[in-house]
């Protein structure tokens, strides 16, 4: 089992939209990280994110790139201040792939719980495969 970890792209600061959609720069980089996930192989059966606008979007573009026909819902444990181990209650129990598109602070916190490291690429993913040991990381693509 994979788990894709995914920061949303660059979003309108909430100065100029509260809902803070992606930028046209950040969509355009939301899609060259689904191409990428892409060419390493990436096919979530399940893609996840926050709930909010920006990370929203982010999944959108990586669902349809990767695999439109996984489920594509919002859950629990991905937004910024949320606690890790809210999203880790969800994932237990997942035998397919999942992408899951969060935010900052959350996810480098995320991170540090599966795998010691918290150094997460901004507007970046990392790929962590399931092991006997918990989480192990494989590779991860550079933010923007």
């Known amino acids: 089992m994979y788990l ?6 660059d979003a309108l600061p909430p100065d100029v939209d509260h809902l803070r959609p992606l930028s046209s720069a ?3 980089h939301a899609e060259r990280v689904a191409a990428e996930l892409k060419a390493r192989g ?4 399940m893609v996840w994110h926050s709930g909010k ?3 929203r979007q982010t999944a959108e573009a990586c669902w349809r ?6 489920t594509f819902v ?3 444990g991905l937004r910024p201040e949320d606690d890790p181990a ?3 209650d969800t994932l237990t129990g997942e035998e397919g792939d999942v992408l899951a598109a969060g935010h900052m602070p959350n996810l480098p916190r995320l991170l540090h719980r599966l795998t010691g490291r918290s ?3 901004q507007h970046g993913a990392v790929a962590l495969e399931r092991t006997n040991d918990g989480f192990a990381e494989r590779w991860r693509v550079g933010g923007g």
């Open 42 to 45: 990436a096919r979530p059966s």
């Open 86 to 88: 809210v999203f880790l």
């Open 26 to 28: 950040g969509m355009a």
């Open 65 to 70: 790139a990767l695999n439109p026909l996984a």
């Open 53 to 55: 606008l920006r990370a």
């Open 4 to 9: 894709f970890l995914v920061h949303h792209a």
């Open 74 to 76: 919002a859950v629990r």
């Open 119 to 121: 150094d997460f690429p």
